[in-house]
């Protein structure tokens, strides 16, 4: 341990209290702790001879108070965000959030808000279109279910209703059995002609003037029972009124089924071979099928011409 000044030892923690350099003398009197004109100098950082570095403010966010008599290094810390774009300061981006900035998040508020709105409106689309479909839906149920209208009173359903098909008739048809005579069988010189005018069919059946000639049809009867046979025909002979005595006409003979009992037939004159009448004669047919014949025989004058034959339901009856 050296000797310091008057003699004394050397105190090694002197420096803590020893005054620095421009202070008042130890023994002088000396301003209260914290208003000196040098600061207090931390532990381990003596230096002698050099003033303390000038107080830099940090480019962070804090400030120092300044107050009056205090050292600055005693100075009260407050806390000042520092300034977008400032020295040492990163170039702010926009939206991003900063703690305890209000801006921040107001922006992100912002950016949110569009879709907000977009999502908004298409839930409004929505129940609009649900709506609509469901007044169109409720118009078609009720027109579905509107009753029936009502019958008018003293009106009965069964007069609304349709008219029922008729069963089939069980009567006898009033004409069948039709044949073209010049379709039929011919024997004993009857020919197929069609020199004569208003014929049906494709002609006619002529050459009945001799006994031998004779015309046959054939058709099924739909019952047994009587009927009349009719024939039309042209006779050149004069005409003749009905009743009237000594009538000119022709004669030939029906044979039904093989039989001859029903005699001659009446072929009056028709004034023309271009003229045809209608004559008929009562026959017996059997239920199915039947075969009747026009022939020329001995006492008939026949020399007629034959369009047609058929049946029909008995005239005479």
């Not at 107080?55 to 300034?83: E, L, N, R």
């Not at 209703?161 to 009033?174: D, E």
């Not at 004993?188 to 002609?203: D, E, Y």
């Not at 009743?243 to 000119?248: D, I, K, L, V």
Request: hydrophobic residues 30%; charged residues 10%; aromatic residues 6%.
């Amino acid at each position: 341990m050296t000797v310091g000044n008057e003699g004394e030892p050397d105190d090694p923690y002197g420096y803590l209290y020893r005054p620095g350099p421009g202070d008042a003398p130890a023994g002088s009197q000396s301003a209260p702790a914290g208003f000196g004109t040098s600061p207090y100098v931390q532990v381990g950082q003596t230096r002698y001879g050099q003033p303390p570095p000038p107080y830099v403010p940090s480019p962070d966010a804090q400030a120092t108070q300044a107050v009056p008599g205090v050292h600055p290094d005693q100075q009260q810390t407050v806390y000042q965000p520092a300034q977008p774009g400032g020295p040492g300061q990163p170039p702010a981006v926009p939206g991003q959030r900063r703690e305890g900035g209000g801006h921040g998040s107001g922006g992100s508020r912002g950016g949110r808000g569009p879709v907000i709105g977009a999502v908004v409106a298409i839930v409004v689309v929505i129940a609009v279109i649900a709506a609509v479909m469901a007044l169109n839906g409720g118009g078609d149920d009720k027109k579905k279910a509107a009753p029936p209208p009502s019958t008018p009173p003293g009106s009965s359903a069964a007069s609304s209703a349709p008219p029922s098909s008729a069963p089939p008739s069980s009567a006898a048809p009033t004409k069948f059995g039709e044949t073209e005579a010049e379709t039929a069988q011919l024997a004993g010189g009857a020919v197929v002609a069609n020199n004569a005018q208003k014929f049906s069919g494709s002609g006619f059946v002529a050459g009945l003037t001799q006994p031998g000639a004779s015309i046959t049809v054939s058709f099924d009867a739909p019952s047994k029972g009587s009927y009349s046979l009719y024939v039309l025909y042209a006779n050149p002979d004069p005409t003749s009124t009905s009743g009237q005595p000594n009538r000119p006409k022709k004669t030939m003979t029906v044979v039904a089924n093989g039989s001859n009992k029903y005699g001659q037939i009446n072929l009056y004159g028709t004034g023309s071979p271009d003229s045809w009448y209608t004559t008929y004669r009562t026959i017996d047919l059997n239920e199915g099928p039947n075969t009747v014949t026009l022939a020329c025989q001995p006492g008939d004058s026949c020399n007629v011409t034959v369009d047609k034959m058929w049946v029909g339901a008995n005239k005479s009856s």
